[in-house]
């Protein structure tokens, strides 16, 4: 199986804007959809955000207004652009597909202060 790679995480003061970045060899955005989960320090992991193949997107509650998925299809990569965080934002992002093959990335953290 490959690997997704994760990047894009690092520490913010509360309001500020990171973005993260999603792909892997041999990835294809308008076959596969993405998923972005996060899990904080001593809680379950939680689903954040989805994007199909065709684009169309959806968002937890918590998210919803402040993230915002996409894919650059030349560079077939995902992105997660995250304003207005909070620091219960604060947690290991990790993005996992729905197509056969790849297994979840190493996660890059968010911290938010």
């Known amino acids: 199986h490959v690997q997704l790679v994760e990047s894009g995480g690092g520490s913010v003061q509360a309001g500020g804007s990171l973005r993260l970045s999603c792909t892997a060899p041999g990835f294809t955005s308008d076959r596969c959809g993405m998923d972005w989960f996060r899990q904080a320090a001593g809680r379950q992991r939680e689903w954040v955000v989805f994007i199909s193949p065709d684009g169309s997107t959806s968002y937890a509650d918590d998210v919803k207004g402040r993230f915002t998925i996409s894919k650059d299809k030349a560079k077939e990569t995902i992105y997660l652009q995250m304003n207005s965080l909070k620091p219960e934002d604060t947690a290991m992002y990790s993005c996992?597909?729905?197509?056969?093959?790849?297994?979840w990335g190493q996660g890059t953290q968010v911290t938010v202060s």
């Open positions: 996992k597909t729905n197509c056969p093959g790849y297994k």
